[in-house]
Nanobody, 120 residues
């Protein structure tokens, strides 16, 4: 019913930048919270950034000041601009959204993930 597709990952040098995109398709009333998570093999998936339907943003301390999350509700899309990338940012980045299937029903969905590798 709902599909999330991420793009924009890749291999970059330390100090470089990437813009991750996530587009939500399907049948739904709207989208509330949108977020980006990341995961390294063998470790827990952790929240990187989130943005509410009214534009309030949150960031994990390790990325604040370097990453920017934004959304375009006309396109049902959420973006993560990643600047000054560091090797420790290397991970699979996942899009996550709370979808309103009705005016009163929320369902959470995950994307398939996009790899970000920061290395010289």
């Amino acid at each position: 019913q709902v599909q999330l597709v991420e793009s924009g990952g890749g291999l970059v040098q330390p100090g470089g930048s990437l813009r991750l995109s996530c587009t939500v398709s399907g049948t739904f009333f709207g989208i509330r919270l949108m977020a980006w998570y990341r995961q390294v093999p063998g470790k827990q998936r952790t929240l990187v950034a989130s943005i509410t339907d009214w534009g309030r943003t949150t960031y994990v301390g390790a990325v604040e000041g370097r990453f920017t999350i934004s959304r375009d509700d006309a396109k049902n899309a959420v973006y993560l601009q990643t600047n000054d990338l560091k090797p420790e940012d290397t991970a699979v980045y996942f899009c996550n959204v709370d979808v309103m299937h009705t005016e009163k029903d929320l369902v959470n969905y995950w994307g398939q993930g996009t790899q970000v590798t920061v290395s010289s």
